[in-house]
């Protein structure tokens, strides 16, 4: 049964990103045309992200609100699932390490949704970041990133990277956040061990373990209000308060 499930799935992952990315291609020099290429592709990746859920069996629990305007966007970071379930909850674009950009499909993906991608190690690759970052939020767009710089095992948030937030004080904006949770049905391992991707744990086995899953829980909680800061530490420090205060920590994986 797992592993037809397992079969099935990737399946209709393949044959729903085939279309989806047929569709994009077709529409795309259109969207150019008519200035609109930012606002479609975002679309076109809240589509797909969409039905990704609905492949594996996400069932979402919402607390708060999305953001309706454009905006800058932190959470928390658990798991390549998170960009499947933020984006199929609000048309945005996400800023990424750059190994993402080299991962077989998905990095090819990523990159034609207009993910920006972050040089983790390289300090002077971040002032081009973050020109990037400031001129697709001055022009509307609305941008997903994950200040801890690496996901966990949803125990704990690591302290978030202020250099990541520095665009945001730049324009005055203030940065909208939320916090996630997953959680695996009964019998099954846990969500921090299987939904969870972090540590030393291979991505290939991973994602065949997450696909047999029957379900996911993924619970979402966004903050009421964005935060303004004046600096890009401050804002770092409570932005990271403001989604431990909305966190329902997973338990601790087994070791």
């Given at each position: 049964?797992?592993?037809?499930?397992?079969?099935?799935?990737?399946?209709a992952?393949a044959?729903?990103?085939?279309a989806?990315?047929?569709?994009?291609?077709?529409?795309a020099?259109?969207?150019?045309?008519a200035r609109?290429?930012?606002?479609w592709?975002a679309r076109?990746?809240q589509?797909?992200?969409?039905?990704?859920c609905r492949?594996l069996?996400?069932?979402f629990?919402?607390?708060?609100?999305?953001?309706?305007?454009?905006c800058?966007?932190?959470a928390?970071?658990?798991?390549?699932?998170?960009?499947?379930?933020?984006?199929?909850?609000?048309?945005?674009a996400?800023?990424?390490?750059s190994?993402?950009a080299?991962w077989?499909?998905?990095?090819?993906?990523?990159?034609?949704m207009?993910?920006l991608?972050?040089?983790?190690?390289?300090?002077?690759?971040?002032?081009?970041?973050?020109?990037?970052?400031?001129?697709?939020?001055?022009?509307?767009e609305?941008l997903?990133?994950?200040?801890?710089?690496?996901s966990?095992?949803?125990s704990e948030?690591?302290?978030?990277?202020p250099a990541l937030?520095?665009p945001?004080?730049?324009?005055g904006l203030?940065?909208?956040?939320?916090?996630l949770?997953y959680d695996t049905?009964?019998?099954?391992?846990?969500?921090?061990?299987?939904v969870?991707?972090?540590?030393?744990?291979?991505?290939?086995?991973h994602?065949?373990?997450l696909?047999r899953?029957p379900?996911?829980a993924?619970r979402?909680?966004?903050g009421s209000?964005?935060?303004?800061?004046?600096?890009?530490?401050t804002?770092?420090?409570r932005?990271?308060?403001?989604v431990?205060e909305r966190?329902q920590?997973l338990?601790?994986p087994?070791?």
């Amino acid at each position: 049964m797992r592993d037809a499930r397992l079969f099935l799935r990737l399946l209709a992952f393949a044959s729903w990103t085939l279309a989806l990315f047929l569709i994009w291609a077709l529409c795309a020099p259109g969207a150019v045309l008519a200035r609109r290429l930012p606002r479609w592709r975002a679309r076109v990746q809240q589509a797909w992200s969409r039905g990704v859920c609905r492949i594996l069996g996400v069932h979402f629990e919402i607390q708060g609100h999305p953001p309706r305007q454009a905006c800058l966007l932190a959470a928390n970071h658990l798991s390549y699932l998170d960009v499947v379930v933020l984006g199929a909850l609000l048309p945005c674009a996400f800023v990424a390490k750059s190994e993402v950009a080299r991962w077989p499909v998905l990095g090819f993906l990523a990159r034609s949704m207009g993910t920006l991608f972050v040089e983790r190690e390289n300090r002077r690759a971040l002032p081009g970041l973050g020109q990037r970052m400031r001129a697709r939020l001055a022009r509307g767009e609305t941008l997903v990133l994950f200040p801890e710089g690496t996901s966990t095992a949803g125990s704990e948030v690591l302290p978030f990277r202020p250099a990541l937030l520095a665009p945001a004080v730049a324009l005055g904006l203030p940065v909208s956040y939320a916090a996630l949770h997953y959680d695996t049905p009964s019998g099954e391992r846990p969500a921090s061990e299987v939904v969870c991707w972090w540590g030393d744990m291979t991505f290939g086995a991973h994602v065949l373990e997450l696909l047999r899953l029957p379900r996911i829980a993924a619970r979402v909680c966004f903050g009421s209000e964005a935060i303004l800061a004046p600096d890009r530490k401050t804002l770092a420090v409570r932005l990271r308060n403001a989604v431990l205060e909305r966190l329902q920590p997973l338990s601790q994986p087994h070791v």
